[in-house]
């Protein structure tokens, strides 16, 4: 569960930062994994520290599923919105 939580923290200091400061997509990839990285080492200490890698990973693909979920659940708000209410 922390790492579930770990990986949402990290996702939403992404979201946050790339929304104000502009850089190459590989900086924040590289970025990411480091933060990552540093989130084992919270959560876990040294041991297998190369495991936080992984925690990037996770937040890289949230962050690439973002806009797909966002278009998704517009979809499906113009859906419901669209049909008309039976009584």
């Not at 979201?15 to 540093?38: I, T």
């Not at 084992?40 to 690439?64: N, P, S």
Request: aromatic share 14%; charged share 15%; with cysteine.
């Amino acid at each position: 569960m922390s790492y579930l939580l770990a990986v949402l923290a990290l996702w939403l200091i992404w979201q946050f930062a790339d929304h104000w400061l502009v850089f190459a997509k590989w900086v924040w990839w590289a970025a990411v994994a480091v933060l990552g990285v540093g989130a084992k080492l919270l959560l876990d200490g040294w041991d297998e520290w190369y495991l936080g890698i992984g925690l990037g990973g996770a937040t890289a693909v949230l962050y690439a599923l973002t806009d797909l979920l966002l278009v998704a659940t517009d979809a499906c708000k113009v859906a419901v919105l669209r049909n008309p209410r039976s009584r």
